[in-house]
C-alpha cells in the first residue's frame, strides 16, 4: 500500500504556523507555561491541565462535549493571534498489523487526525470553533483494516466484519458556546454538523487511557460510535462537580464515502450525567435512543447505555497514568441485547509507556456470514480480548513532535460458536510508529 505523505506533513506544517509563544489556555487559573512544562514519553504537557470541572468542560480538549479528570494532561500547540487563541491537536500511527487463524488478516495502514481549534471572548460568554480531520479514507484503504472479531457499519452494501472501518474526513465541524451564568455554575451549547452528541465516555481516539494504542476497541459500536454522528445539538448545564447535557442528532451511522459530510434530520436523542468528585476522577451515565443506525437494518432502532469511570494520576515530571473502565449495552427494536465490557490503563513514564486493553465483547451471529451475505442478526456469544503494548520515544529533533516506536500484542477468548471460524486461540500484534503534536 502507498502511504501518501500529506498526514505527516500537515503536522509538520502546523508544527511550524504555531511554534510561537504559547500563552496558557483561556479558563485555566495559573498553568505552568508550555516551554517550561516537562512533557512525558505521549508527549503529554504534564502542567497543562484544568482546576475544575468548568474550566475542563471551556477546555474542549476531548470529543464533543465530554470530559476526562481534570488532572487529564492535554497534548497541544496553542498561540495567540490577536483575540483568538488557536490550538492544534494531532497524531499520525503508522502501522503494519499480523493477525493469525482462518480469519486472521494482514495490512499496513494508519490511523490519524488532527484537530484545530479556535477560542475567544465573545459577548457575554466564550466562542469556541472546532474540526476534527482525518486522513483514513485515504490510509485505510479498501473501507477497513484489519480487526479480528470486529463488527459494525456498511460498505457497498456489506456488513464489516473482522475490521475497523475508517474515519470520515470531517470527524468533527462544531461551535461551542459557554457562558458563566452566577459564581460555579456553566451553561454549554454544542452545536455540529458532524459531531458527538452526548452518550458514552470520551471517544477512543481521544482518550487518554486509550493515546499509545493506533487500533479500536472491539466494543465501540456499544460503547462511543455516535463520536462522529450528523447533525448534533447539545445542551449542557456544569455546576460544581456535576454536569447534566441533552442531545438531538442524527442516528443513521456514516456510509463508505468517506470524504464527503453525511447528513439527515435529528431523529436520535441522547443524555448524559458526569461527575468529577475529584482532581483525579471522573465518572458518567448515558442513555440514548438512535434511530436506525445500520444501514443494512434500516427499520431497527436501537437503545444504548453506557456507564465508565476514568482515573488520571499525574507523575509530575516524570509521567502521567490514565485508565478507565467501560460498560456499554445495546438493545435493538427485537429486543436482541448486546454488551460489552472494558479495562484499559496507559502509563507513561520518561521515553516509555506501557498500556494494556481487556475487552469482553459481546459478538452476534453476523461474525459467522464473514460479511458476505445477509444472516438473521442475533446476540451468539462473547469475545476476550487481552492487549498490552510498549513503545519507545525517538529524539525525533522536530520541534513540538513527539515520535515514538512501539507495539502490541494482543490474545483472543473464543466463543464455542465461532471457534471453528476462527480457531480457539487467534493471536494479533501491530508495530507503528507514532507522531503527536505536543
Do not use: C
Not at 500500500?1 to 503536522?11: D, E, I, K
Not at 503529554?44 to 465530554?66: C, D, R, Y
Not at 491537536?89 to 499496513?108: M, Y
Not at 448486546?338 to 507513561?348: D, I, K, P, Q, V
Request: charged fraction near 15%.
Amino acid at each position: 500500500m502507498h502511504l501518501r505523505p500529506f498526514g505527516l506533513a500537515g503536522l509538520l506544517v502546523a508544527t511550524q504556523v504555531l511554534s510561537a509563544q504559547m500563552p496558557p489556555m483561556p479558563g485555566m487559573d495559573e498553568p505552568a507555561p508550555a516551554a517550561a512544562a516537562p512533557a512525558s514519553a505521549s508527549g503529554m504537557s504534564m502542567g497543562m491541565h484544568a482546576h475544575t470541572l468548568v474550566e475542563q468542560v471551556e477546555g474542549h480538549s476531548g470529543s464533543g462535549t465530554s470530559v476526562e479528570p481534570d488532572s487529564t494532561p492535554a497534548p497541544m500547540l496553542m498561540a495567540m493571534r490577536g483575540k483568538w487563541m488557536w490550538m492544534l491537536h494531532g497524531v499520525v500511527f503508522v502501522n503494519e498489523i499480523q493477525q493469525s487463524g482462518p480469519r486472521g488478516g494482514d495490512k499496513l495502514f494508519s490511523t490519524n487526525w488532527a484537530m484545530p481549534m479556535a477560542q475567544r471572548e465573545l459577548g457575554p460568554g466564550k466562542l469556541t470553533l472546532r474540526a476534527m480531520l482525518s486522513l483514513e479514507p485515504a490510509t485505510v484503504t479498501g473501507q477497513q483494516y484489519p480487526l479480528l472479531f470486529q463488527q459494525g457499519e456498511t460498505a457497498y452494501g456489506r456488513a464489516i466484519v473482522d475490521g475497523q472501518h475508517p474515519h470520515d474526513l470531517f470527524m468533527e465541524l462544531a461551535a461551542l458556546y459557554d457562558v458563566r451564568i452566577g459564581a460555579g455554575t456553566l451553561l454549554s451549547v454544542y452545536a455540529a454538523q458532524v459531531g458527538d452528541p452526548a452518550l458514552g465516555p470520551t471517544a477512543f481516539p481521544h482518550r487518554a487511557s486509550a493515546a499509545e494504542n493506533p487500533v479500536a476497541t472491539l466494543g465501540h459500536h456499544q460503547e462511543d460510535s455516535t463520536h462522529i454522528a450528523a447533525d448534533v445539538v447539545t445542551v449542557g448545564v456544569t455546576r460544581g462537580v456535576v454536569r447534566v447535557e441533552a442531545s438531538g442528532f442524527h442516528g443513521r451511522e456514516p456510509d463508505e464515502h468517506r470524504w464527503n459530510i453525511d447528513q439527515g434530520g435529528i431523529d436520535s436523542w441522547s443524555t448524559r450525567l458526569t461527575l468529577q468528585p475529584g482532581q483525579n476522577w471522573s465518572g458518567q451515565y448515558s442513555y440514548g435512543r438512535i434511530h436506525s443506525p445500520e444501514a443494512l437494518s434500516a427499520g431497527e432502532d436501537q437503545e444504548r447505555m453506557t456507564a465508565s469511570a476514568m482515573y488520571n494520576r499525574p507523575l509530575g515530571e516524570h509521567g502521567n497514568w490514565a485508565s478507565t473502565v467501560l460498560w456499554g449495552r445495546t438493545r435493538a427494536s427485537d429486543s436482541a441485547v448486546e454488551n460489552s465490557y472494558l479495562l484499559e490503563s496507559t502509563l507513561t513514564r520518561r521515553e516509555d509507556a506501557v498500556w494494556t486493553r481487556i475487552e469482553n465483547a459481546g459478538r452476534t451471529s453476523e461474525l459467522l456470514s464473514g460479511g458476505g451475505y445477509q444472516v438473521m442478526e442475533k446476540p451468539l456469544t462473547h469475545v476476550q480480548a487481552y492487549s498490552f503494548g510498549y513503545e519507545h520515544e525517538l529524539a525525533a529533533g522536530v520541534p513540538h513532535l513527539s515520535v515514538a516506536l512501539g507495539g502490541q500484542i494482543s490474545a483472543y477468548g473464543v466463543g464455542r460458536p465461532l471457534q471453528t471460524a476462527y480457531g480457539e486461540h487467534p493471536v494479533g500484534g501491530v508495530v507503528f510508529l507514532r507522531v503527536r503534536v505536543r
